[in-house]
């Protein structure tokens, strides 16, 4: 492999473990595109809040739901300040779809296997030029079980919640540490043992614990990791 190539780089990990800053920043340094398969799973999530189809205790109208995913649209624009915001049906919704209303549900909405498959297939087509960076809960297993260099990421439930906590205060949002902290919890517990698509390490993974290493720390290692890649070397 020579460094005109261009490969695949999968970053899978827990909720709030960083993966998505993280692959964002090495998609900016490397000149990828980044894809936040994230992001796509919140705004089927923020969908089925707007439609109502979410019941007062956090249930899903799943056949409601499924049949209304022909009709979802999702795609990302670019940002003059470099960044790129997540379209609904041609809509903004960045700033709805973190919001913890959206957390909350949107672990029950991806492990509906419909919604897996179909953005499973959106975003394999957004990966067909290859070029990228995706991140999510099983992009090295199952959307793109072959890309050459897989991440996966994790850090304590704690350390999460509290960057997860201290990133929706500085976007004002009123919520407390302790809310944040079960919301990750729980979607730990869904996103693990779900029968579509679970969260786990691919065999081909490397793994990195991110709870103690700073952002320049943890950019150095990745874009170590790519350029092994590239150059054929072995990235673990």
């Known amino acids: 492999m020579s460094k005109t190539d261009k490969i695949i780089v999968a970053i899978d990990g827990f909720s709030s473990s960083g993966k998505s800053t993280m692959a964002r920043r090495l998609a900016s340094a490397v000149g990828y595109r980044y894809i936040d398969s994230g992001a796509m799973y919140r705004?089927?999530?923020?969908?089925?809040?707007?439609n109502a189809?979410?019941?007062?205790?956090?249930?899903?109208?799943?056949?409601?739901?499924?049949?209304?995913?022909?009709?979802?649209?999702?795609?990302?624009?670019?940002?003059a300040d470099g960044t790129q915001h997540t379209m609904l049906n041609g809509r903004d919704v960045e700033a709805d779809i973190?919001?913890?209303?959206?957390?909350?549900?949107?672990s029950p909405v991806a492990a509906i296997p419909e919604v897996r498959h179909s953005l499973t297939a959106m975003q394999q087509q957004l990966g067909e030029g290859r070029g990228i960076v995706m991140d999510g809960r099983d992009i090295g297993t199952t959307v793109f079980p072959d890309a050459e260099l897989k991440i996966y990421v994790d850090a304590s439930a704690q350390t999460r919640a509290m960057r997860?906590?201290?990133?929706?205060?500085?976007?004002?949002?009123?919520?407390?540490?302790?809310?944040?902290?079960?919301?990750?919890?729980?979607r730990d517990s869904i996103d693990q043992n779900r029968a579509e698509s679970p969260l786990r390490r691919a065999d081909d993974a490397i793994s990195l614990d991110n709870s103690e290493m700073t952002l320049e720390e943890q950019d150095a290692w990745l874009i170590d990791k790519f350029n092994r890649v590239i150059s054929g070397q072995s990235a673990s």
């Open 98 to 106: 973190r919001q913890l209303r959206v957390s909350n549900v949107v």
């Open 164 to 186: 997860r906590f201290k990133e929706l205060v500085e976007k004002g949002s009123p919520v407390t540490y302790e809310d944040v902290l079960a919301n990750v919890l729980h």
């Open 43 to 50: 705004a089927v999530a923020l969908y089925a809040l707007e």
């Open 53 to 79: 189809m979410v019941g007062a205790a956090g249930d899903v109208d799943v056949a409601a739901l499924v049949a209304s995913l022909p009709q979802i649209r999702i795609d990302f624009e670019p940002q």
